[in-house]
């Protein structure tokens, strides 16, 4: 029996750029793929273990969160930390924007 270690989600985004941008610049991740180069549509971002693809579509193609589509059914993706609180001080202090 395989021992699975970690799992990628992927994620439609509006602008591959900006998605990036906030990714490593707000949340601390590091860009580990972009391409193509000379006109990204597709990432792969991480931190630690953590890794998340994300895809730029077209224009008509616009990312649909959970929470829009069934207000029971809120979460995305869930990451596990070993420290919560340590992580969102950290994000608090970089000026992150919190919504609920």
Same mark, same amino acid.
């Given at each position: 029996? =395989? ?9 439609i985004? =509006?602008?591959?750029?900006? =998605?990036? =941008? ?9 860009? &580990? ?8 549509f ?56 919190? &919504?609920?």
């Open positions: 029996m =395989s021992n699975l270690t970690y799992i990628s989600p992927f994620f985004v =509006s602008n591959i750029k900006d =998605s990036v =941008s906030f990714y490593v610049n707000q949340l601390g991740f590091e860009v &580990r793929y972009s391409g193509p180069e000379d006109r990204p597709f990432a792969i971002v991480g931190r630690e273990h953590i890794s998340i693809m994300l895809k730029a579509i077209t224009d008509d193609i616009k990312p649909v969160p959970n929470h829009t589509r069934h207000a029971w059914a809120r979460w995305d993706a869930f990451i596990h930390t070993a420290e919560p609180d340590a992580l969102f001080e950290e994000y608090r202090s970089g000026s992150v924007t919190f &919504r609920q």
